[in-house]
T-cell receptor
Framework: NAGVTQTPKFQVLKTGQSMTLQCAQD?????MYWYRQDPGMGLRLIYY???????DKGEVPNGYNVSRLNKREFSLRLESAAPSQTSVYFC????????????FGPGTRLLVL | AQSVAQPEDQVNVAEGNPLTVKCTYS??????LFWYVQYPNRGLQFLLK??????LVKGSYGFEAEFNKSQTSFHLKKPSALVSDSALYFC?????????????FGQGTELSVKP
């Protein structure tokens, strides 16, 4: 039982390049989330998927797109990377509902030059 | 607007002493409150949560948190700190029952426990 896994662990991009961050969970959770973590700002929600087939914007969606490929997988795509997207990205999953605990992956560290 | 504040960027404690990491919140309705810990270069790990009931919540690694509705606080505590408790701690509040479980995080508090 691996929990939430993310690939890659680290990536360097040049401005304008695109990439997809992958996330998968094996806990059979319905809800999945993408966050970014920046120093002094905590975690901010980029996109979330309440269930398979649905996605919605979070606090900071600009410059990102997501795909809920199936119940297990939720990917985050940067179409044209910008230096402002340098951050650590975390994927999380949970059962739906405000009371439910979210479980986090190990993170992807992204540097955009 | 719903928000979470962690007023201290850093807390320094001597090993064996009690520790407190502070959190205050602003949310409409009944809050669901969480504490997470992040060790260097790792993801966030769940420590404990308050949903309803007893105001003192016990969690992992000997941590506990006290929910205080009148002061809108949810401070994290541990009676005797360990050097291995040194990490980044996040308080979070759920946006509410109709918001799909989305969390609002505080900015984090760096806990440093010295031998």
């Amino acid at each position: 039982n691996a929990g939430v896994t993310q690939t890659p662990k680290f990536q360097v991009l040049k401005t304008g390049q695109s990439m997809t961050l992958q996330c998968a969970q094996d806990m059979n959770h319905n809800s999945m989330y993408w966050y970014r973590q920046d120093p002094g700002m905590g975690l901010r929600l980029i996109y979330y998927s309440a269930s398979e087939g649905t996605t919605d914007k979070g606090e900071v969606p600009n410059g990102y797109n997501v795909s809920r490929l199936n119940k297990r997988e939720f990917s985050l795509r940067l179409e044209s990377a910008a230096p402002s997207q340098t951050s650590v990205y975390f994927c999380a999953s949970s059962e739906p509902g405000a009371r439910e605990t979210q479980y986090f992956g190990p993170g992807t560290r992204l540097l955009v030059l | 607007a719903q928000s979470v504040a962690q007023p201290e960027d850093q807390v320094n404690v001597a090993e064996g002493n009690p520790l407190t990491v502070k959190c205050t919140y602003s949310v409409s309705g009944n809050p669901y409150l969480f504490w997470y810990v992040q060790y260097p270069n790792r993801g966030l790990q769940f420590l404990l949560k308050y949903i309803t009931g007893d105001n003192l919540v016990k969690g992992s690694y000997g941590f506990e948190a006290e929910f205080n509705k009148s002061q809108t606080s949810f401070h994290l505590k541990k009676p005797s700190a360990l050097v291995s408790d040194s990490a980044l701690y996040f308080c979070a509040v759920s946006r509410g029952y109709n918001q799909g479980g989305k969390l609002i995080f505080g900015q984090g508090t760096e806990l440093s426990v010295k031998p």
